[in-house]
């Protein structure tokens, strides 16, 4: 008796081969796009942007310390001491401050947050951001700047910058912008660095006075007590001011300012502003 050649075919549910194409499409990305992983290189670190130093148990940790911090942008590893080093510069963007150091391990992290773009992380100069990106796109960053020292976010023209976007000059100054600072062109009865000073200083303040409905004119809510000082021009003999909500009212006689005792009045207390 001989035995016939037998064939079989099996049938694998639709399910099954649905669930295999998926898998099979979702493993195909992993094969042809590795993941891609820092490298540290020995012997090198960099010198003079160093934001945080801290003792950690290996390399690695020093790694996920950085990538807590948002600026941070490399580290330098020691091992001897198993300090960790964050800093805020790359060896790439400060080439002339690498430095060999036996038994050190730089590594640059991997997706740092932009120079500039954060308070944390502010640029040295709006030309740095240039030289970095390669382009002299305006927009606004922060940066760092080269006389106070301040972090400020200023508008940056190209390699240039443009001190005047934050609104620096109070009542209604002109700003200009200059090299690495702003200067305030200030209006009729202000002065000072922001035209935040009034010029006629001696006033004689009363309160709680008001100039009574009969010798007040002129109403202007929302100004400050010196903004009410400053509408006081001329012949102007005084003003009537309110502190909760800074009606402003020129006074034509302060001499006949009363008390006023309402202290539950809603803009309490008021006071008369007299110019001598």
């Known amino acids: 008796m001989f035995l016939s050649e ?6 694998v549910p639709l399910a099954i081969s649905f669930n295999l194409a998926v898998l099979s499409s979702l493993l195909s990305p992993l094969r042809a796009s590795p993941r891609k992983c820092g490298v540290s290189i020995n012997d090198l670190a960099l010198r003079g942007h160093v934001t945080e130093a801290i003792q950690v148990d290996n390399i690695h940790f020093c790694n996920e310390e950085c ?23 790359t060896i790439a963007a400060k080439p002339h401050q690498k430095a060999v150091h036996v038994g050190a391990a730089y590594f640059d992290r991997l997706n740092p947050e932009a120079i500039g773009s954060h ?23 922060w940066v760092k700047n080269e006389i106070s020292g301040k972090v400020e976010r200023i508008r940056c023209n190209g390699g240039i910058p443009d001190y005047c976007s934050s609104n620096s000059c109070a009542n209604g100054g002109t700003c200009v912008s200059g090299a690495s600072d702003f200067s305030c062109t200030c209006p009729a009865g202000f002065e000072g660095k922001t035209c935040a000073t009034i010029k006629n200083s001696q006033w004689q303040e009363y309160s709680p006075y008001w100039c009574t409905s009969s010798y007040r004119s002129g109403r202007q809510d929302g100004l400050t007590k010196d903004q009410c000082k400053a509408k006081c021009t001329g012949s102007c003999k005084g003003m009537e001011w309110w502190e909760k909500n800074g009606a402003c009212f020129f006074c034509s006689d302060p001499s006949k300012r009363q008390s006023f ?10 006071y008369v502003l007299v110019a001598s």
Not at 6 to 11: C, K, L, Q
Not at 128 to 137: A, F, M, R, Y
Not at 261 to 270: E, F
């Open 6 to 11: 037998v064939h079989f075919t099996m049938r």
């Open 67 to 89: 990538k807590k911090k948002i600026g941070c942008m490399s580290t330098n590893f020691y091992r001897d001491s198993m300090l960790c080093e964050l800093n805020n510069r």
């Open 119 to 141: 308070e944390e992380i502010p640029a040295e100069s709006c030309m740095e951001i240039q030289n970095i990106t390669g382009s002299s796109n305006s927009g606004l960053y």
């Open 261 to 270: 005792t309402n202290t539950k009045d809603s803009a309490y207390p008021p």
